[in-house]
């Protein structure tokens, strides 16, 4: 029934920018937190950053803040993840995730639904 679809990645030299896109087909999108993680190889799956659905906050890593943005389109169904300044160590599988219910939106077990994810290639 829930379906989120990342598109978006690809390969891009340091320094560079990409857009990552999150559609979703959940019902009533504007009451999702939405939330990106990332997986490297070897590791495990990382918070990027999130944002509620009830005021718009918005949460960052440390290692994105100032270079990445998370924004949302209600009326599209769809979150957005702008990547800056983009480093080798962004270098990983980009998921989109979903959560209704609320909770700590760095926890990767808040989310109840997520994407197949987006790989971004970041060369030196």
């Known amino acids: 029934q829930v379906q989120l679809v990342e598109s978006g990645g690809g390969l891009v030299q340091a320094g560079g920018s990409l857009r990552l896109s999150c559609a979703a087909s959940?019902?009533?999108?504007?009451?999702?937190?939405m939330g990106w993680f990332r997986q490297a190889p070897g590791k495990e799956r990382e918070f990027v950053t999130a944002?509620?659905?009830?005021?718009?906050?918005?949460y960052y890593a440390g290692s994105v803040k100032g270079r990445f943005t998370i924004s949302r389109d209600n009326a599209k169904n769809t979150v957005y993840l702008q990547m800056n300044s983009l480093k080798p160590e962004d270098t990983a599988v980009y998921y989109c995730?979903?959560?209704?219910?609320?909770?700590?939106?760095?926890?990767?077990?808040?989310?109840?639904?997520w994407g197949q994810g987006t790989q971004v290639t970041v060369s030196s």
């Open positions: 959940v019902r009533t999108f504007s009451s999702y937190n």
């Open positions: 995730a979903a959560n209704l219910y609320g909770g700590n939106l760095y926890y990767t077990p808040t989310y109840e639904h």
């Open positions: 944002i509620r659905g009830s005021d718009g906050s918005t």
